[in-house]
T-cell receptor, first 115, second 113 residues
């Protein structure tokens, strides 16, 4: 079946602009995660959804970052007033449930470049 | 608090020789531990996971890892490296009762012909 998909694959924007990054999880997966991976680093947790609600958003760096999952499937990560430091690969992952040992399946990521 | 330290940022081995990628973790509660692999231009893929069952965990492609609580380690091994093993490997910890998965900074494995 289809894996996790993310669009766009690449996004170039200018400092101060607003961007939206989309994640389509595997069908039937209730848990969804967003991560940010900067060059040379491991993925950094941003937010976790169980169904429609954000169960843990403690990784969001500041109030410019926001994520939604209105119908419990597709999720959108929104970044306002982008800064050059926001440049990174944004990864989405989904798992069947919120069980701690459930396998997370990762998407290919969206590479965001802020000029 | 939870954290994970990957002791080597780069490891080079010759094809056919053993692989050892080292990982130490810190966790306030019973941890779940994972190893993920990231091939160039590919998504992260789960290699194996420890979930408080057997301490020696076998994964895909001949990899295995041993959970050693006394040493707070979860090192990844493979008896014989293959060229296709060249990739970035991440050790990940998740403490019981949390949803946050903490990734290490990664170890880049190079396999020499």
């Amino acid at each position: 079946g289809a894996g996790v998909s993310q669009t766009p694959s690449n996004k170039v924007t200018e400092k101060g602009k607003y961007v939206e990054l989309r994640c389509d999880p595997i069908s039937g997966h209730t848990a969804l995660y967003w991560y940010r991976q900067s060059l040379g680093q491991g993925p950094e947790f941003l937010i976790y959804f169980q169904g429609t609600g954000a169960a843990d958003d403690s990784g969001l760096p500041n109030d410019r970052f926001f994520a939604v999952r209105p119908e419990g499937s597709v999720s959108t990560l929104k970044i306002q007033r982008t800064e050059r430091g926001d440049s990174a690969v944004y990864l989405c992952a989904s798992s069947y449930s919120s069980g701690g040992t459930d396998t997370q399946y990762f998407g290919p990521g969206t590479r965001l470049t802020v000029l | 608090a939870q954290s994970v330290t990957q002791l080597d940022s780069h490891v080079s081995v010759s094809e056919g020789t053993p692989v050892l990628l080292r990982c130490n973790y810190s966790s306030s509660y019973s941890p779940s531990l994972f190893w993920y692999v990231q091939h160039p231009n590919k998504g992260l893929q789960l290699l194996l996971k420890y979930t408080s069952a057997a301490t020696l965990v076998k994964g895909i492609n001949g990899f295995e890892a041993e959970f050693k609580k006394s040493e707070t380690s979860f090192h990844l091994t493979k008896p014989s490296a293959h060229m296709s093993d060249a990739a970035e490997y991440f050790c990940v910890v998740r403490s019981s009762g949390t949803y946050k998965y903490i990734f290490g900074t990664g170890t880049r494995l190079k396999v020499l012909a």
